[in-house]
């Protein structure tokens, strides 16, 4: 079985939880899906922080932890393909990519082995996958679920965020990771289109649009000039955060996956200048997202430009491009499948920082027009 690293009891009662294996769980060793980290890991003395509500929960018997799901190694990929540990299978379709990197936490929900799943987000973690495997996720404002105990990528984007079938399930998630979260009464109303300049599938960006007009509210036309190169600023960040977080495993860079240690080698030759130069680029796109949401509530765009590719089919930078310039942003999205044709496409819709409850008031609406 890939969609696990360990797999835990699958008996009992309570809410099937999978927990992404770079998570810390108290007795058990994290992984990261590095086989380097693997030889050299010892049981967690305790939980990552952000488990506290989970294991209250599962004192109550509400809630059963049933694994530590598989991932792209380092959760540094974002093809879920992983030689070490195995790639999980695309519950939709075995010949696509399930997406990465929380490539066994979206198999799990979507396969029907965990009601929710854990996993990170970076520069699409959680949304990819989700939008792979026709499921749900939600990539929650950078700062508000703690990182303490889980593995680094890179600090100034990892996020943690829950997985589900629906968003019923991601409301749950969110119980578990930060316990008293409620859903905002009223959804929001006025959403914000979104047309990525670089081009989208064009039958992907037809089930968007037909799903917001399924689900009643208003749709306004938005310009985000700096999208492009917000993503291109966050690659900088994230291959020189990396660097600094995951360049001692080059010392055995032969054990790990050809293109985890040339992203982390790329990193290494980023300077100071380029880094200073990204941080400002990084201040002119908050701003310009600000501005955005002072017009529209949410803003609305596919999550992948392309439909789930095989990996002979790979072109690994169009997973991202429409991903990347949120967790640059910090601000949450929450992605949810949509009517297409052979597999679902996939919404990606934005808010301010700290906007989660509003999002998943919305979402919960939404699935309720539009359907799968």
């Not at 989208?200 to 999208?227: F, K, M, S, Y």
């Not at 996956?257 to 200048?273: F, L, P, Q």
């Not at 949509?338 to 409850?357: C, D, K, M, W, Y």
């Amino acid at each position: 079985m890939t969609t696990f690293i360990t797999r835990l009891g699958t008996s009992g009662a309570g809410l099937r939880l999978a927990v992404k294996d770079l998570i810390d769980l108290a007795g058990l060793p994290t992984t990261a899906g590095c086989a380097v980290v693997a030889e050299g890991a010892k049981p967690a003395a305790q939980d990552a922080a952000c488990m506290a509500g989970t294991r209250a929960a599962e004192k109550a018997g509400a809630v059963r932890i049933v694994g530590k799901a598989n991932l792209h190694e380092l959760a540094f990929g974002a093809t879920g393909i992983n030689r070490a540990f195995g790639t999980p299978v695309n519950p939709l379709d075995a010949r696509l990519i399930p997406g990465g990197s929380s490539s066994g936490s979206a198999v799990a929900v979507g396969g029907d082995e965990a009601d929710v799943a854990f996993g990170s987000d970076t520069g699409g973690s959680v949304r990819v996958p989700s939008a792979c495997c026709g499921t749900a996720g939600l990539k929650t404002t950078h700062g508000r679920i703690p990182l303490d105990g889980v593995w680094p990528l890179a600090s100034s984007l990892d996020t943690i965020g829950p997985m589900a079938r629906d968003v019923a399930g991601l409301v749950a998630g969110m119980q578990l990771l930060e316990p008293g979260f409620e859903v905002a009464g009223a959804p929001p109303a006025t959403v914000g289109r979104f047309r990525p300049a670089d081009g989208v599938h064009p039958e992907i960006d037809l089930a968007v649009d037909r799903a917001l007009a399924a689900a009643g509210c208003e749709v306004v036309e938005v310009d985000l000039p700096g999208w492009t190169e917000a993503f291109s600023t966050g690659g900088i960040v994230i291959v020189a955060e990396a660097a600094t977080a995951l360049g001692h495993l080059l010392e055995r860079r032969h054990q790990l996956g050809e293109d985890v240690a040339v992203r982390i080698e790329v990193g290494r030759t980023v300077t100071a200048d380029t880094v200073a130069a990204a941080e400002g680029a990084r201040a002119r796109w908050r701003a310009e997202l600000d501005a955005a949401f002072s017009r529209v509530e949410l803003i609305a765009l596919p999550t992948l430009a392309v439909w789930p590719p095989t990996p002979d089919e790979l072109d690994e930078l169009q997973l991202t491009r429409l991903t990347m310039p949120v967790n640059l942003a910090g601000v949450p999205a929450l992605v949810l499948p949509v009517p297409a044709g052979r597999v679902p496409a996939s919404i990606q819709l934005l808010a301010p920082p700290g906007g989660e409850e509003r999002l998943l008031a919305f979402g919960a609406a939404f699935e309720r027009a539009v359907g799968v």
